[in-house]
């Protein structure tokens, strides 16, 4: 499958100087997808330079030529959209369905950067002086390195290598050693799309060597990553040696609040779709669930109910909605999570094994429980897969404060029909993003991002190609 592929520089797919590759596994079937090029050393190099001299052909390129190659990008991506949910159901195990959600909302990514690249805006300020003037403007970081994770390959890849082309940089993209066929096949368009040569350039192989070897470079201006607090912690030491921009968007471990004055029903439909999407492989996924009391025993049910009739399986197959865990050692880490929860003293309502008729593929059955404390193992960490806890809460205040008190704040979700609850719990909550009564919250048009040791910075909305500039003023004597 990864024949036609290899690594991506100077606008050419090619083998890795030492021909060496690497195994691709289908977390459904456990067979071996094919063998993905593994960069070496020699091919970082390649790379890095190919994108140096990308970026001074890029940076020149005007904001509205730079508009039209993003919004072929995003019309080609959504004419492919089929095969780009291919590959991420046979790479990362997520239903057709899912994969061609994310191939949509990765081409309203380009779409909206297509648009942002001609709205740079700088700035006139007026002079202390009446023979002098005072401009901001705005220019291109450089060379930026997009180190994308696993579990959303396609949409994530997107949000950087989009708003680096729109902001004039030039970009090194290394996907993960899971998925790379996809962000390989997103790269193609890529090219096929008209963007030039090395401005795009694509590494595949071990993710720690590449990204110390593009850390250490003196070329590359600026880091985006997508990953855990631990390996962020990591990069962001790296780049304080060479003083690199670093934006960073890490792990999540969202509360799921529900008042007592909404409809059950529906919110227990707005769980099933937050939780279960990618199998609970995923940032935002809510994993904290806090039930006002009077409507705890009526939510477990509904939801539970619910989770019932999710159908398992291989996500290539017709009406499925949870795939397999994506790979085999987040399979046995969610084993050994449930363990403990039920050690501490939790009660397994539903789940809580691999499922049965299953004799290959990491698949494991959406999994509540109840008699949770908070500070219980699974609430301080995050269980990145289809993990339920459910708790009580008698006030507002007491729930809020149980809910910001955890080191992450990436996202929170709230559901009350009053809009006096919604506003104040919203402002009040320590996290980058908040749903109200939706269970939907990446969207190509608003700002996404935590705070806390969920990282800084912005993906999507007008704030995030800021992160990607550099902010110029001029002082201007009119005369010598």
Known sequence: MYEKFGQFIDGKWQKSQNNETYEVINPATEEILGHASKACREDVEKALLSSESGFKKWKNTTPWERSKVLRRIADKIREKKDILAKWMTLEVGKPLVEGVGEAGGAADI????????????????????????????????????ALVPWNFPLILASRKISTALAAGCSVICKPDVIT???????????????????????????????????????????????????????????????????????????????????????VADMAIAAKFRNNGQVCISPNRFYIQESKKDEFVNKFIEKTKKLKIGNGMEQDVQLGPITTLKRLGEIEELVEITKKEGAKVLIGGKRPSGFNKGYFYEPTVFDDVDDNFTIMKTEPFGPLVPILSFKSFDEVVERANNNDLGLCSYIYTNSMEKAHKASELMETGCVAVNTPTVAIAEAPFGGIKQTGYGREGGSMAIKDYLNIKYTHLGLKT
């Not at 096949?185 to 096929?192: A, F, G, S, Y």
């Open 180 to 266: 790379p066929g996809t962000v390989m096949e997103l790269v193609d368009i890529c090219k096929e799309c008209g963007v030039p040569d090395g401005v795009v350039n694509l590494l595949s192989g071990d993710p720690p060597s590449i990204s110390e070897q593009l850390l250490e470079s003196n070329i590359v201006k600026k880091v985006s990553i997508t990953g855990s607090t631990r390996v962020g912690k990591l990069i962001l030491k790296k780049a304080a040696d060479k003083v690199q921009r670093v934006t960073m968007e890490l792990s999540g471990h969202s509360p799921f609040i529900v008042f007592e004055d909404c409809n059950i029903e529906k």
């Open 110 to 145: 380009f779409e909206w950067n297509s648009e942002e690249t001609k709205r740079i805006y700088g700035q006139t300020v007026e002079s202390r002086f009446s023979d002098t003037r005072v401009h901001v403007y705005y220019q291109p970081v450089g060379v930026v390195a």
